[in-house]
């Protein structure tokens, strides 16, 4: 018989319980009588023919009981019964059953919340058919990521592709069906007309967009809500005015309109025709364009200069039949073929594939801030869970004569064990149903705090089943986990012993105050680890924090801007937009100085290679780089960055003037080794440029490559007005606080161009508070999770050192009338508190000596370097246990020895 017929045999027979009851009755009763019968039939009185026949035919209910066992309905009366004796007993105790469910439950709700996270993050599944049969690939970087999930191997550091190798890889490769590319990192501005006068109705809006191939829902197998999605040819010239809205777009910009399908909307100054809005669920994590266009490959991105511009992420659908791993050795294959061909731009790149799933996780780079705060969740839940087993083994103490009379009358020591098994789970379920409550809280206060910025946003964090599963799965472990222990011990009592002794100090007291002491030092190692932990990581972030950026961020107002090329076609233009908005800017009150930079300073520019004069010709892969900043004359000023020697920009660093470039104190550091760097010629590897030599005229100040990063790079600064881009940054330095300047910037702007949108308009305050990525909120996470471990540590301690005063209080009394004084029966119970206080810290400080290395590897640029703390940690530990044992043993003091000596 299978398992599954035996479950479902079990099932009937609950089902036909009563029935079944009856019929063993009625049929027991006619074997018997039939016996009797025959007996009558031999001469046997009625009488003695009935007793002789219960006689012969045994016990009623030890035969009902068989066919119950036969029938699995034994087992479900036994648990029925072990419950309900269960619920009882703990509603005798309901100050013990309370402190254990509310330990539990702290622990299980801590737990439950942050599963939240992995439930939101890690395990669900992208909205897109069959994921896992889509792969993305990715460039390998040989220079290294920054990325914080960076793994090992050789998919460790992925980068978007370029153009030409997505073109070139989509013809070439044997293991997908199909390949799409997508530029998600784009901006456009949407702005809304009155039919009838053309004039500019409401503000404009800069949106979110990304460009995409014509088959990029194909691929990733999603259909619109409303509309269709892009069919082949509307990637090319011509056809390309049409998009497709996000849900949140539709509804948010065109209130549901459903009738929007087949209208026009104007995107940068072009009108695009509205055909298809994708569904609300439709939201690849970490990828939040409000909109989609046509991705536009024209000859200029099948260049070899193309090359260097990696911004598109290849989805690919495998071939039927084709693996991950087939694909990733074709991508590799591919990548060295490129390779080959083209050594100047290529040497050292790779590829990779993976798949969807695991890309977006791997891309977010949030699983080893997940993977800490569950293992610090989670030995908060074991040091939970040891607290009740020290309660329970407390319990079982004082009810050993109890059990040792029921394992006298007959009690199997497996039923002893299972009835204490039950207890705990009673108690863990509870436990488990208070902390799910807990974690509905919690899980509104971490989605309400996880606002930082879009991506993060936009992942729906709730509690989902999966979270309920795992609550439920916590609470089935915390039952094991608490009552295990207890009832192991409570079923190995000695029955005679147990039974005559009526000491409260016999040695089953002293056994189970022996396991309880090796639960609370386990406790104290474990909350010691966490802390010490927690330390490392809060004062590594701390230091990261607040650090010395190279510039002053306070009274600094920032905003994007995206030059559309329907209006600024080329660099003549967009310099007379610079010098129009900087005139305007520079009008406004409480303005003291005003800029425009490609990118703000502790962002994370990007790159250039470049030749420093005099030096030999290299190939371009093997040249040396610096971060690349574009500024108007300004800008030093407006970001507070000091200038060390030499000069600044001045309008005359135009067009028509010599080519001009400042450098920071890391570059001539590293790269000229520290020699006279003025007069000095460099020639940066523009690709928007021909290449010229420019002349080092200034040195400045070294800033931060990153707000998050204690990283300092080479850096070199162009005039703006040599080289004007399109996409760039305003910042007003104020007089007192840059929100108020909001207003003023826009309407500045507003007056040169009324259609151009702007792109965060905020303080550099929040630009960097944004660059934290929620760390504030996981430095406060972990500190709560330490402080509750610390406090159901020291409750273990108190806990244990209460318990065995009262087990003692027989023995303190003699001590007492043999002469000892108080202080010395206060110097002993502060004894046995600091010996396991010492015990578990040093256990505690042996398994946190790995922890800065660890944490070094788990987190990029994460320097960990506190020794104070495996000595501070440990002393605070001591005087909590300290202060959690002079309660009982201040009890202890006061004990009465004539009272005590006729303890019990």
């Known amino acids: 018989m299978t398992i599954w017929s035996k479950v479902r045999s079990w099932l009937r027979a609950m089902m036909r319980r009563s029935r079944m009851e009856s019929e063993m009755d009625a049929e027991l009763r006619f074997h018997i009588e039939a016996f009797a019968e025959d007996l009558v039939r031999r001469g046997v009185l009625r009488n003695e023919a009935m007793r002789r026949a219960r006689i012969e035919f045994g016990g009623v209910e030890r035969a009902k009981e068989e066919c119950r066992e036969a029938r699995g309905v034994s087992l479900f009366d036994g648990l029925w019964q072990d419950l309900q004796y269960a619920g009882r007993t703990l509603s005798k105790n309901p100050s013990f059953t309370a402190i254990a469910v509310v330990t539990l439950a702290l622990g299980i709700a801590v737990n439950a919340t942050m599963f939240s996270l992995v439930s939101a993050f890690l395990l669900r599944r992208p909205p897109v058919h069959d994921p896992d049969r889509v792969a993305v690939v990715s460039s390998i970087d040989p220079a290294g990521s920054f990325h914080a999930d960076t793994a090992a191997g050789p998919e460790a550091d992925a980068y978007p592709v370029s153009a030409p190798n997505y073109l070139a890889w989509r013809e070439a490769n044997h293991v997908f069906a199909d390949m799409a590319a997508a530029d998600e990192d784009r901006t456009v501005g949407l702005t809304e007309h009155d039919p009838g006068t053309a004039e500019l109705t409401g503000s404009p809006e800069a949106i979110h967009s990304a460009a995409v191939t014509s088959n990029y829902f194909s691929v990733l197998g999603v259909s619109a809500q409303l509309g269709r999605t892009f069919a082949d040819g509307e990637n090319q010239p011509g056809r390309a005015n049409v998009v497709v809205l996000s849900h949140g777009l539709w509804e948010r910009r065109f209130g549901s309109d459903a009738f929007l399908i087949g209208r026009t909307i104007r995107l940068n100054r072009e009108n695009y025709t509205v055909i298809g809005v994708m569904p609300a669920s439709f939201r690849l994590m970490g990828f939040t364009p409000q909109l989609w266009a046509p991705l536009v490959l024209s000859a200029a991105d099948q260049t070899a200069l193309a ?11 495998l ?24 050594p100047e731009t290529e040497k050292g790149w790779g590829a990779a594939a993976r798949t969807l799933p695991d890309f977006l996780v791997y891309d977010f780079g949030i699983r080893n801030g997940v993977a800490v705060m569950m293992t610090t969740v989670g030995f908060v839940l074991m040091i939970a869970c040891a607290n009740v087993a ?16 029921r394992i006298s009358l007959g009690a199997g020591r497996l039923r002893i064990t299972r009835q204490l098994l039950t207890e705990g789970l009673v108690i863990a379920l509870l436990g488990g149903a208070t902390g799910l409550l807990l974690a509905y809280w919690g899980v509104n206060f971490v989605r309400a705090n996880m606002m930082f910025n879009e991506a993060v946003s936009a992942v729906p964090i709730a509690l989902d089943w999966n979270v309920v599963f795992f609550a439920l799965a916590i609470s089935l472990a915390s039952a094991a986990l608490c009552s295990l222990a207890p009832a192991l011990k409570a079923a190995r009592t000695d ?46 972030l701390s230091v990261i924090h607040h650090q010395n950026l190279g510039f002053r961020a306070d009274h600094l107002l920032t905003a994007g801007v995206a030059l559309d090329p329907a209006q600024y076609k080329d660099a003549g233009q967009q310099a007379a937009f610079l010098r129009n908005v900087l005139l305007r800017l520079r009008q406004i ?63 005359r660093d135009n067009a028509t003037g010599p080519r001009v470039v400042l450098v920071n104190q890391e570059f001539v550091h590293r790269h000229l080794q520290d020699q006279e760097p003025l007069g000095k010629q460099i020639r940066l590897d523009v690709s928007v440029a021909a290449p010229e030599w420019s002349q080092i005229i200034g040195v400045v100040g070294n800033t931060k490559t990153f707000s998050d990063s204690t990283r300092e790079e080479p850096q070199v ?102 002469g000892a004084r108080s202080p010395n029966v206060l110097t002993m119970v502060l004894r046995e508190g600091l010996r396991m206080t010492a015990i578990g810290a040093a256990i505690g400080i042996v398994m946190a000596l790995p922890l800065p290395k660890l944490f070094a590897a788990m987190f990029y640029d994460l320097h960990l370097s506190e020794p104070i703390l495996y000595l501070v940690v440990p ?30």
Do not use: C, W
């Open 875 to 904: 002393i605070v530990m001591t005087l909590i246990a300290m202060l959690a044992t002079y309660i009982p043993a201040q009890r202890a003091m006061k004990v009465d020895p004539m009272v005590a000596l006729r303890h019990e």
């Open 495 to 540: 029955i005679n012993k147990n039974l005559k002794d009526e000491s409260r100090a016999a040695s089953a007291g002293h056994s189970h105050s022996r396991l309880r002491t090796v639960i609370v030092t386990g406790e104290i190692a474990l909350a010691l680890f966490l802390l010490v932990g927690t330390g490392l990581l809060i004062r590594g």
């Open 319 to 342: 071939k039927p039949g084709v693996t991950i791993e087939q694909a990733r050795a074709e991508m590799v294959t591919l990548a060295r073929r490129a390779e080959e061909d083209f």
């Open 717 to 818: 600064f162009e005039a703006m007005l040599q080289r004007p881009v399109s996409s760039f940054t305003l910042m007003v330095r104020a007089s007192s606080d840059p929100n108020n300047l909001a207003s003023a910037l826009r309407n500045a702007v507003a007056q040169v161009d009324a259609e151009l949108p702007l792109v965060r308009v905020m303080s550099m305050a929040a630009v960097i508070e944004r660059q934290k990525y929620g760390d504030p909120l996981f430095e406060r996470l972990l500190a709560s999770f330490a402080l509750l471990a610390l406090i159901l540590a020291a409750t273990g301690i108190y806990g244990l050192v209460a318990y065995s005063v009262g087990q003692r209080t027989h023995e303190i009394g003699i001590r007492m009338a043999l």
């Open 390 to 405: 020290g309660l329970l083994l407390a319990r079982a103490a004082g009810r050993r004569k109890e059990l040792a009379i």
């Open 589 to 651: 009150p409480s303005a003291e100085a005003v800029a425009v930079t490609s990118d703000l300073p502790a962002t994370g520019p990007d790159s250039v290679t470049f030749l420093i004069k005099g030096q030999p010709e290299i190939p371009a892969n093997q040249r040396f780089s610096a971060l690349d900043f574009v500024v108007t004359p300004e800008y030093f000023q407006a970001a507070g960055i000091p200038l060390l020697r030499g000069r600044t920009f001045t309008e």
């Open 307 to 317: 090359r260097k511009d990696r911004s598109l992420h290849l989805y690919a659908r």
